[in-house]
């Protein structure tokens, strides 16, 4: 039995289809509300993050026309209680580097369902091998739970701005001691990373990692 969501998702599917093709334009998201009899942008914007993740829309948030289908051809099953994630970029598991955003990528997560995890999930492609003791090796993707905080023992994204370093991001374990952060790795022939706290930025927790194999 279809769900009450699942439900208005089809509706909203078919209206972009029917709106866009009327009106030679994609609909914003006002004109779907209205177009579904009132639904506030608020309820509309919640299902379209769903069906985004879900890759049945493209959908530019910054663009009040940024809405449109994929083709059904290009659609990607996705597997029931998994979510689909944006890959936005690498993240060193090494030194430090600047993360590189990526466009268009996706992977399907498995365990978590749409709701699962909290808003913004992403994931980032590991560089290098500091983390491969915890099985995270290089090429292998990490998905991200967005948070400014973090507790020892986390594996975290940190972005370090001290004055050696600027907006470079790593893929480590964190610590905290009396005046300092611990940026851990995860392999013995490594070194850890000290900073002081006002020179680390906390981006985001790991909480999984998708074995890339060979």
């Known amino acids: ?25 994609p609909p914003t998201n006002r004109e779907l509300g209205q177009h579904l009899g009132g639904k506030s942008t608020g309820h509309i914007d919640y299902h379209l993050r769903i069906l985004k993740e879900r890759g049945v829309i493209h959908h530019d948030a910054k663009k009040s026309r940024g809405i449109s289908l994929v083709d059904h051809d290009q659609r990607e099953p996705i597997p ?8 936005l970029g690498s993240i060193a598991a090494g030194r430090p580097i600047e993360a590189t955003v990526e466009t268009d990528e996706y ?27 915890d099985l995270i090796d290089d090429g292998d993707i990490v ?28 893929l480590k374990r964190f610590y905290r001691e009396r005046d300092r952060v611990r940026l ?5 022939t490594m070194e850890p990373i000290y900073v002081a706290p006002n020179d680390l930025r906390i981006q985001g927790k790991v909480v999984t990692v998708i074995r890339q194999l060979s």
């Open 184 to 188: 851990e790795p995860r392999n013995r």
């Open 80 to 87: 029931i209680g998994s979510r689909r994630v944006p890959v």
């Open 1 to 25: 039995m279809r769900t009450t969501g699942e439900a208005m998702r089809d509706r909203i599917v078919q209206a972009i289809d029917e709106l866009t093709a009327t009106n030679s334009r």
């Open 143 to 170: 998905v991200i739970r967005p948070q400014e905080t973090a507790v020892d023992g986390d594996t975290v994204v940190a972005l370090l701005e001290g004055p050696t370093e600027s907006g470079e991001a790593t």
């Open 107 to 133: 992977v399907s997560v498995p365990g978590l369902s749409s709701s699962a995890g909290g808003d913004g999930l992403y994931a980032l492609r590991v560089r290098g091998t500091s983390m491969i003791d």
